[in-house]
């Protein structure tokens, strides 16, 4: 590559700007790295900053940036779209590589859905992908997985994979505050988008959490094909019960772990004991948790980590800074050694668990009219199911709790005919719990869907 090393990039939204801005601003120069954005391309440049000085640096053609003669480097920020703009910035990033350009992308939903044909471009043309912002934001996780941590095998990875879910949460359990609340506020600074569907129903963790699994365990899994659950019906009186009867509080979690030859793999909200790491990590911060066994095959060690890797998880300053660093490992290792670590590791799974089969000790949340005889014949259901319960739990609630419970199910009744409560169940399988919640949903007395949520090392 010559000198100064010249950017092209695709997509100028929030993660865009900030990488732009700080090439601009000499960024890279303290690793002796001159660089310069040559062409960028938007849908919509009017507006974007910059423009009114230097409209010539933008194009609305993604070819310009891709075949673009002076492009040393293709940066692919877009950002998640639909199915139809996922075919498409695939082409765009195999363009690029077949017109001999790496590329450094913070687009996890573009390599899940899209992988295996961008990995063939890159070899075929002897050009890198690298992509160590698409899991942790600022964290770096893909390069400790596939170079520090390559000759350990993986016995689980799991945590925090999305700043804006854990902000959400945070902010109910800390400050009480309701989930349409804290996803304003979360919204006001910048954590969540206008549309944020992506991060609050877990596909954002779990497109994450799938390009982890392809790494660590050899799993090229597409979405859909593992148990998720978002956090938009978490309610702030289930930090109450978590916190006063189960000393313990809810996160969003992405899990992946290899159990008898066979990976289990879910991102959902989960009950975690108050005396776990991962219940102290707040706000934007992502967090991953990394258990290994010894190359020979060995037992785990204690603890049920070995590594931790945490840092800020949203905002498009932290990404952008993930995505020049791989900008930087792309010009000292000159672009031309195709980094595919998916194809490196060895895979120590056999197959993937299907979701009914999961098991866990779980949270079950009841909202029902407050009538004698209720709580028994739940228990009936249960238990013809072959589901154990292990505790019940009831609090004292204000008649805005009880309101706004029953608010998000069947309204029209008075505060006092209102009972929440809730079950622990002892370990059974998801698929039991589904079918007995599926019979209990159809009783007249309750108020409001049911919701499950797993207890963690329960």
């Given at each position: 590559?010559?000198?100064?090393?010249?950017?092209?990039?695709?997509?100028?939204?929030?993660?865009?700007?900030?990488?732009h801005?700080l090439?601009?601003?000499?960024?890279?120069?303290?690793?002796g790295?001159?660089a310069?954005?040559?062409k960028?391309?938007?849908?919509?440049?009017?507006?974007?900053?910059g423009?009114a000085?230097?409209?010539?640096?933008?194009?609305?053609d993604?070819?310009?940036?891709?075949g673009?003669?002076?492009v040393?480097?293709v940066?692919?920020?877009?950002g998640?779209?639909?199915?139809?703009d996922?075919?498409?910035?695939?082409?765009?990033?195999?363009?690029?590589?077949?017109?001999?350009?790496?590329?450094?992308?913070?687009?996890?939903?573009?390599?899940v859905a899209?992988?295996a044909?961008?990995?063939?471009?890159?070899?075929?043309?002897?050009?890198?992908?690298?992509?160590?912002?698409c899991?942790?934001?600022?964290?770096?996780i893909?390069?400790?997985?596939?170079?520090?941590?390559?000759a350990?095998?993986?016995?689980?990875?799991y945590?925090?994979?999305?700043?804006?879910?854990n902000?959400?949460?945070?902010?109910?359990?800390?400050?009480s505050?309701?989930?349409?609340?804290?996803?304003a506020?979360?919204?006001?600074?910048?954590?969540?988008?206008?549309d944020?569907?992506?991060?609050?129903?877990g596909?954002?963790?779990e497109?994450?959490?799938?390009?982890?699994?392809?790494?660590t365990?050899?799993?090229?899994?597409?979405?859909?094909a593992?148990?998720?659950?978002?956090?938009e019906?978490?309610?702030?009186?289930?930090?109450?019960?978590?916190?006063?009867?189960?000393?313990a509080?809810?996160?969003?979690?992405a899990?992946?772990?290899?159990?008898?030859?066979?990976?289990?793999?879910m991102?959902?909200?989960?009950?975690?004991?108050?005396?776990?790491?991962?219940?102290?990590?707040?706000?934007?911060?992502?967090?991953?948790?990394?258990?290994?066994?010894v190359?020979?095959?060995?037992?785990?060690?204690?603890?049920?980590w070995?590594?931790?890797f945490?840092?800020?998880?949203?905002?498009g300053?932290?990404?952008?800074v993930?995505?020049l660093?791989d900008?930087?490992?792309?010009?000292?290792?000159?672009?031309d050694?195709?980094?595919?670590?998916?194809?490196s590791?060895?895979?120590?799974?056999?197959?993937?668990?299907?979701?009914?089969?999961?098991?866990?000790s779980?949270?079950?949340?009841?909202?029902v009219?407050?009538?004698?005889?209720?709580v028994?014949?739940?228990?009936?259901?249960?238990?013809?199911?072959?589901?154990?319960v292990?505790e019940?739990?009831?609090l004292e609630?204000?008649?805005?709790?009880?309101e706004s419970?029953?608010?998000?199910?069947?309204?029209?009744?008075?505060?006092?005919?209102?009972l929440p409560?809730?079950?622990?169940?002892?370990?059974?399988?998801?698929?039991?719990?589904?079918?007995?919640?599926?019979?209990?949903?159809?009783?007249?007395?309750?108020?409001?869907?049911?919701?499950w949520?797993?207890?963690?090392?329960?």
């Amino acid at each position: 590559m010559g000198s100064p090393v010249r950017i092209g990039i695709l997509g100028a939204g929030t993660v865009g700007g900030a990488v732009h801005d700080l090439v601009a601003t000499g960024h890279l120069a303290r690793f002796g790295v001159d660089a310069e954005v040559v062409k960028v391309f938007t849908r919509r440049p009017e507006g974007k900053p910059g423009y009114a000085t230097a409209p010539e640096l933008f194009t609305t053609d993604p070819a310009a940036v891709t075949g673009h003669p002076d492009v040393d480097i293709v940066v692919e920020v877009l950002g998640a779209g639909g199915a139809e703009d996922l075919r498409a910035q695939k082409e765009w990033v195999v363009d690029a590589l077949r017109h001999g350009k790496p590329v450094a992308t913070a687009n996890k939903a573009l390599l899940v859905a899209h992988g295996a044909e961008i990995w063939t471009a890159a070899r075929e043309s002897g050009r890198a992908v690298r992509f160590e912002a698409c899991v942790g934001g600022g964290i770096p996780i893909i390069g400790p997985l596939t170079q520090s941590l390559a000759a350990e095998r993986p016995a689980a990875i799991y945590g925090l994979l999305n700043g804006t879910s854990n902000y959400i949460l945070t902010e109910m359990a800390q400050r009480s505050r309701s989930y349409e609340d804290a996803l304003a506020s979360a919204q006001a600074l910048g954590y969540a988008e206008a549309d944020p569907d992506a991060d609050v129903s877990g596909r954002d963790a779990e497109a994450k959490l799938l390009l982890l699994a392809s790494i660590t365990f050899g799993a090229r899994l597409m979405p859909g094909a593992i148990h998720r659950k978002g956090i938009e019906r978490i309610h702030a009186i289930d930090f109450l019960y978590a916190a006063r009867k189960g000393r313990a509080t809810i996160k969003s979690v992405a899990l992946a772990r290899g159990v008898d030859g066979a990976l289990e793999a879910m991102v959902s909200p989960m009950v975690v004991p108050e005396r776990h790491p991962i219940a102290g990590i707040d706000g934007v911060t992502n967090a991953l948790f990394f258990k290994g066994q010894v190359s020979d095959g060995g037992a785990p060690g204690a603890g049920d980590w070995d590594y931790v890797f945490a840092g800020p998880g949203a905002g498009g300053g932290a990404t952008a800074v993930a995505v020049l660093g791989d900008v930087q490992e792309l010009v000292a290792r000159s672009g031309d050694a195709p980094f595919l670590p998916v194809e490196s590791i060895v895979s120590g799974v056999d197959s993937v668990r299907p979701q009914d089969d999961l098991r866990a000790s779980f949270y079950v949340r009841f909202v029902v009219c407050d009538q004698s005889g209720i709580v028994g014949e739940l228990c009936q259901i249960l238990g013809e199911q072959r589901i154990n319960v292990s505790e019940i739990w009831q609090l004292e609630h204000t008649e805005e709790e009880l309101e706004s419970l029953v608010g998000r199910g069947k309204g029209g009744t008075v505060a006092h005919e209102i009972l929440p409560f809730v079950i622990t169940l002892e370990e059974t399988s998801v698929g039991q719990l589904r079918q007995a919640l599926e019979r209990i949903a159809q009783k007249d007395y309750v108020l409001a869907e049911p919701l499950w949520l797993p207890i963690w090392g329960a």
